[in-house]
């Protein structure tokens, strides 16, 4: 009972540091959102690429990410406003370009033309750098509706 007790002891710090940790790497990268969406909102919707990492642009071409965000720009209009639904924080350790820890915050997002959510995933490497966006997800009925338009004339018949 008694190295119960010391196992307990030795574990519950190193728990308690950890967790600790991976929930100040929740601020952190909320404060990157939170200046990215700000910029957006002050700068008519431009979105920088100062806030995505370099593993973005290795598996993410160029030219359709500027195509998304004119879609959602024609689909939405600009962003007026933001807040945090939810998020989720892990921890990745390996010999990989991709160890480190992962935040994902999923935003409520409101735009001239309508709501809906945006998830941004983030990664902060194991050596010292800030957190950048890996991944990011636009949702919403009216991007949904545009892309259905889009599909629906480029299989109609008059098009093939």
């Known amino acids: 009972m008694k190295n119960i ?15 600790c940790g991976l ?3 929740k601020g952190e990268a909320e ?7 700000e910029d957006r909102i002050n700068n008519s919707n431009f979105i920088s690429e100062k806030y995505y990492s370099e593993l973005f642009w290795k ?3 160029q030219k359709k990410f500027s195509n998304i965000k004119k879609l959602v720009m024609k689909a939405m ?3 007026n406003s933001y807040s ?3 998020w989720n924080v892990q921890s990745n350790v390996n010999m990989s370009d991709v160890s480190g820890i992962f935040v994902v915050l999923i935003y409520d997002t409101e735009y001239e ?8 995933t983030f990664h902060k490497p194991l050596v010292g750098k800030k957190f950048l966006i890996v991944g990011h997800n636009f949702n919403s009925d009216k991007i ?13 018949s008059e098009s093939l």
């Open 5 to 19: 007790i010391c196992i307990t002891i030795l574990i519950f710090p190193f728990m308690l540091s950890t967790s």
């Open 23 to 25: 929930i100040n790497g």
């Open 31 to 37: 404060k990157v959102a939170e200046s990215m969406f």
């Open 59 to 61: 598996n993410t071409d």
């Open 77 to 79: 209009g600009n962003l």
């Open 84 to 86: 945090l639904k939810t």
């Open 113 to 120: 033309k309508g709501k809906g959510t945006e998830k941004l």
């Open 144 to 156: 949904q509706n545009l892309l259905d338009k889009g599909i629906e004339k480029a299989t109609s």
